[in-house]
């Protein structure tokens, strides 16, 4: 049958019957059909209409179907399709610039996304140090390619294990849950002073880098106290360690700034995005690194490539992205609806007994549920769900409220472009949800 003829059940068969699906056991995966997409919603195969307060995977950030986006790919694509890693293209050289303007470091490499990303900002973080190992944090993602997924802490590294080798890792700025039983208000920062610790252990002189998330997305939006930067940057210049930071989720506009290390003071000595980098209209990513490691590479082979490196459509939708960014004041939106966010996110701390901690920078965000306040017993075991979570969730689906839940935790993170009124509808579903587990808790 011609694409046209086919229903959407017919669509939802041949892609469960012919592809796989990430992270899932293939028989329970119930992939929903997408028809058609603008601005912060989509329309399932039924043309149900659903508020998308995911942006897809935390990448969307100027909406769907945006008309400028869509214009300049049709134009590249016209003007030049691809040209391979080893040419000069318009593009990319614009793209170029404009990533060292906004981040303050020199020269970026392009991959095709946030693993591959990583994975070259590892590797070329140990050919500029001659070092080998790299200090990462256990609440981590950074990917799931074999280097990437090492680097990572999350549960999901471990079907992988043992991995690369050299990776060591850290614990978390968790202030809701300090793995050292700390309070934020007194505590002298042991999510930082551990880590010299472990560079003693591990040989100062072997580290090549730490490589952390901005703020840290998939695990909990743990946004670390004030000062946790300016320390991590002080110990890396301490022993010679690069400052990897990984603004794939966090990055581009996500908390309202290019990285989120920005709202820190701090610089990185290399950065690693993708995601909102084109906002996922091509797929795109990029290691950005400091003036040191490019004038290193100017007389030292940088070993490294792949063919889509630098590719032209996928630079100019990056390039027409960033521009939205500007001409729309969508930094600036995220700011306000931030504020909105964040006050609907305590009131609802407040509001529910399922509520144990919200947390949000810009429109990156979390509500972390728990059984109980006092306790702070999880509602979904670590790497785990629970009837409470998983009825929120169904919930939340039966209100078209397309919205990221993991363990005990429901992320709020729509497209930066969202309006207060399209935020309120999405959380005062979210509200009602709450009050469904509150009710269940309660019996
Ligand atoms: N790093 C972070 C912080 C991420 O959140 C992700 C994806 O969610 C990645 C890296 C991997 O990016 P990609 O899926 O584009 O390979």
Redesign the pocket.
């Known amino acids: 049958a011609q694409a046209a003829e086919r229903t959407s059940q017919e669509i939802v068969q041949e892609n469960r019957d012919y592809t796989l699906f990430s992270w899932s056991v293939q028989g329970a995966a119930n992939p929903m059909l997408m028809k058609r997409a603008e601005g912060v919603y989509f329309w399932d195969g039924d043309d149900n209409r659903w508020l998308d307060f995911s942006a897809q ?2 990448n969307m950030n100027v909406g769907h179907q945006h008309p400028k986006v869509l214009e300049a790919i049709k134009k590249q694509v016209d003007e030049l399709c691809f040209a391979g890693p080893g040419f000069a293209t318009e593009p990319r050289g614009v793209l170029g610039k404009k990533l060292a303007e906004v981040t303050g470091l020199a020269k970026a490499f392009f991959t095709l ?6 994975e070259n900002a590892m590797k070329i973080a140990r050919l500029f140090t001659g070092r080998n190992k790299i200090i990462t944090r256990y609440r ?6 074999m280097g ?1 997924m090492t680097a990572s802490g999350d549960p999901r590294r471990w079907p992988v294990e043992p991995g690369i080798p050299g990776v060591v890792r850290a614990f978390d700025p968790y202030c809701y849950r300090c793995p050292f039983g700390q309070k934020v208000e007194t505590c002298h920062r042991e999510c930082v002073s551990h880590i010299e610790e472990i560079i003693q252990m591990e040989g100062p002189n072997e580290i090549a880098a730490i490589l952390v ?1 901005g703020i840290t ?2 695990n909990g939006i743990l946004v670390p106290p004030d000062d946790y930067y300016p320390k991590l940057r002080a110990l890396c210049d301490k022993y010679g360690i690069l400052l990897i930071d ?1 603004e ?3 990055g581009f506009g996500r908390t309202g700034k290019y990285l989120a290390t920005q709202h820190y003071g701090i610089k990185p000595d290399i950065v ?1 995005a ?2 909102g980098l084109t906002s996922g209209y091509m797929p795109l ?1 990029t290691v950005i690194v400091s003036d040191p490691i490019a004038q290193y590479f100017e007389t030292h082979m940088l070993y490294g490539g792949l063919t889509y490196s630098g590719h032209p459509v996928s630079c100019a939708a990056a390039n027409a992205n960033l521009a939205v960014y500007e001409e729309e004041q969508i930094f600036e939106n995220v700011d306000t609806q931030g504020v909105y966010l964040a006050d609907r996110l305590n009131a609802i701390k407040d509001k529910f007994d399922c509520v144990g901690d919200v947390r949000s920078i810009g429109l990156f965000s979390v509500i972390e549920l728990v059984k109980d306040k006092a306790s702070k017993e999880p509602l979904a075991p670590f790497n785990g769900t629970s009837a409470e979570m998983a009825k929120l969730a169904m919930y939340l689906k039966s209100q078209h409220l397309y919205a990221f839940t993991r363990f005990n935790m429901l992320w709020v993170c729509p497209p930066l472009v969202i309006t207060q009124q399209q935020l309120a509808e999405g959380l005062d579903i979210i509200e009602r949800g709450l009050a469904l587990v509150d009710e269940a808790l309660q019996h």
Do not use: F, P, R
């Not at 996304?113 to 990583?118: D, I, L």
């Not at 981590?140 to 390619?145: F, I, L, N, P």
């Open positions: 995977l935390i996304g946030g693993s591959e990303a990583n981590s993602y950074h990917g799931a390619t990437s998330e997305g998939s990984d794939v989720m966090s690693t993708a995601k990513g």
